[in-house]
């Protein structure tokens, strides 16, 4: 592999920890809000009356929990892509054109388009909890970017079908 | 494989051994070892081109075909 191209793989290596982070991050974050909103909800309406945060802060418990439980679907589906993608970056370096990696890709469509499935809900409740607070932006719904990049992942995942075929014919000539 | 490779007799007409034949046409013993034994799923014209100039002899001197049993 030329030296510019194991750069890059060096540096894709250390984003995909990175990013792996922050989700590990932010699913924590996710878990510990669950958490208080099941334990301390009388507590978290009295502060945000406090704070005038929701107007009715009583009535968005279902809301929060959904919105929740949706971040964590999708969080979980983030690291399906990001594990799939550090090895599909670690068979680059040797050999990429196998039956596995294109089963890899595939499955990054596949949790992507997961991920696009739970961010129309997330946007419904996200705008649910946003009529009632100032302070909420707006989340989820369909982005153009990702449907392509499901696309990409699906006509990858059929291009190293066939590179893994065809790996595999050149493998037994002599 | 219904093609049967015929490098054995071949070699051992011309008294030479796999060793020999891989130093001279330049192609690992590795390869010629899977092309032996009958292992390999194709054949390079130059592969083959470069056996039969160095054994002196026609591709159908090399491969056979042979109904599966």
Do not use: Y
């Amino acid at each position: 592999m030329p030296a510019d191209h194991s750069a890059l793989m060096g540096i894709t290596r250390a984003l995909l920890w990175l990013i792996l982070g922050l989700v590990a991050a932010a699913i924590l974050f996710v878990l510990v809000a669950g958490g208080a909103l099941a334990v301390a909800w009388p507590d978290i309406v009295v502060e945000a009356k406090k704070s005038g945060v929701f107007l009715d802060a009583a009535a968005m418990r279902p809301q929060l929990f959904a919105l929740l439980a949706l971040l964590l679907a999708i969080l979980a589906a983030t690291v399906d892509v990001l594990r799939q993608l550090q090895a599909l970056v670690a068979s680059a370096a040797a050999d990429p054109f196998i039956p596995e990696n294109a089963g890899r890709l595939r499955r990054i469509g596949w949790a992507l388009v997961a991920v696009h499935l739970l961010a129309l809900p997330l946007g419904w409740v996200a705008g649910s909890i946003a009529k009632a607070t100032s302070k909420f932006a707006a989340m989820g719904g369909i982005n153009l970017t990702g449907i392509l990049a499901i696309l990409l992942a699906f006509v990858l995942a059929a291009v190293f079908e066939r590179g893994a075929a065809m790996r595999d014919e050149l493998e037994g000539t002599v | 494989m219904a093609i049967v490779v015929k490098l054995d007799e071949l070699l051992h007409a011309k008294r030479m051994t796999l060793t020999d034949l891989s130093e001279r046409i330049g192609i690992t013993l590795a390869n010629l070892s899977i092309l032996k034994t009958g292992k390999a799923k194709a054949m390079r014209f130059s592969t083959l081109e470069a056996i039969c100039a160095e054994l002196d002899c026609q591709p159908g001197d090399l491969l056979a075909h042979e109904a599966d049993s």
